[in-house]
């Protein structure tokens, strides 16, 4: 490159529900980036997937643009972004959160054109991403979870939805929960009590996804745990709670509600941390994650239950996100974190 600096190009926006959230992400990344380090250009992506000129993208992050533009195009990527990622960079930080980001999309495409990037491959972002496969995965690890069923659109148009809902609530007991099998920020999920609030859950989830999870309600606090790094050289944060005044912890709380409150670390027993810190390194381990997760939990210390929810693959990494202030629980800063991620994703890529 053309000068000492770490090239980065910093990817945000995109095509999925969690556009929005990206773009806040970014901007916190973009911030604490040593400038002295580090050369980032930032390129965002439109909801029609079309890349944003970097002088746009800038003002993006800058809030002098107040969304990323729609766009309407032959190419997708223009030659002031081919030149930029052809000759100009060493990685790529791909902070798109959600389908067409955190699900192997992207990352395959770079891996395409033999570019480097910041986080999971291209099978361990769509296994996370899948929570389908996902589950499935971590049941053949028998990394403990709360019971499930997979539900996909033409199974639901083959039954009858009074004697589906009976099979599931017998199955899985009532309250249930229904979500998007490729969805994050709990965009698209719904707490089921009775066939009526059922069929209006089945509509919102299929908006997003053609096959849905459905899964059993649990007893427990929600906690939660990050991870940093690759092969045996893994670090796993303090454990952090969630406590929202949510029925459950949905995209209004994480991101909107002022009263949903953050506990790190978690006032739990040494034993329950040491667990989660176990089940955490299994899970990554078990989809093949490298560089970045984060790692969420239901705890009930009074049965002595600990259930594995999901993994995220690419969470999100505002200043104020679970992410790094877990790590900041153990001594990490958050440009200490930011370059610690380029330091693996350099080094995976060698």
Do not use: W
């Not at 965009?187 to 919102?204: D, H, N, Q, R, T």
């Amino acid at each position: 490159m053309s000068n000492s600096k770490i090239n980065i190009a910093l990817f945000f926006g995109g095509r999925s529900a969690e556009h929005e959230v990206s773009i806040l992400s970014a901007r916190s990344i973009y911030n604490a980036f040593s400038k002295e380090k580090y050369k980032i250009y930032p390129i965002a992506i439109s909801k029609q997937g079309y890349f944003i000129s970097p002088a746009e993208s800038e003002a993006i992050l800058f809030g002098e643009q107040k969304k990323v533009p729609e766009i309407n195009r032959k190419n997708i990527l223009d030659q002031e972004i081919l030149n930029i990622l052809e000759n100009k960079i060493d990685l790529v930080f791909p902070v798109l959160h959600g389908p067409y980001g955190e699900d192997g999309k992207i990352q395959g495409f770079l891996d395409t054109l033999n570019i480097k990037y910041v986080g999971c491959d291209l099978l361990a972002s769509a296994v996370g991403m899948d929570k389908a496969v996902m589950k499935e995965i971590f049941s053949y690890y028998n990394i403990p979870q709360s019971e499930f069923r997979i539900l996909k659109k033409e199974d639901v148009n083959k039954q009858k939805l009074p004697k589906l809902f009976q099979k599931l609530a017998d199955d899985l007991k009532r309250p249930f929960f229904i979500k998007p099998a490729n969805m994050g920020s709990s965009i698209g999920i719904s707490k089921v009590k009775e066939l009526s609030s059922f069929k209006a859950a089945l509509k919102e989830a299929f908006k997003y996804d053609n096959k849905l999870i459905i899964e059993s309600s649990v007893e427990g606090r929600e906690i939660e745990s990050a991870v940093l790094g690759s092969g045996d050289q893994i670090q796993v944060s303090a454990a952090g709670e969630i406590i929202s005044t949510h029925d459950f912890y949905d995209y209004q709380a994480k991101y909107k509600d002022q009263s949903t409150e953050l506990i790190i670390p978690a006032e739990i027993s040494e034993a329950n941390k040491e667990k989660i810190k176990e089940l955490s390194i299994r899970a990554f381990k078990a989809i093949g994650a490298a560089g970045i997760s984060r790692l969420d939990f239901f705890v009930n210390e009074k049965e002595n239950i600990i259930l594995i929810n999901e993994i995220n693959t690419m969470p999100g990494f505002t200043q104020f996100s679970m992410y790094p202030l877990l790590f900041k629980e153990v001594g990490m800063s958050y440009m200490e974190l930011l370059d610690e991620l380029v330091n693996i994703a350099l080094a995976e890529a060698k």
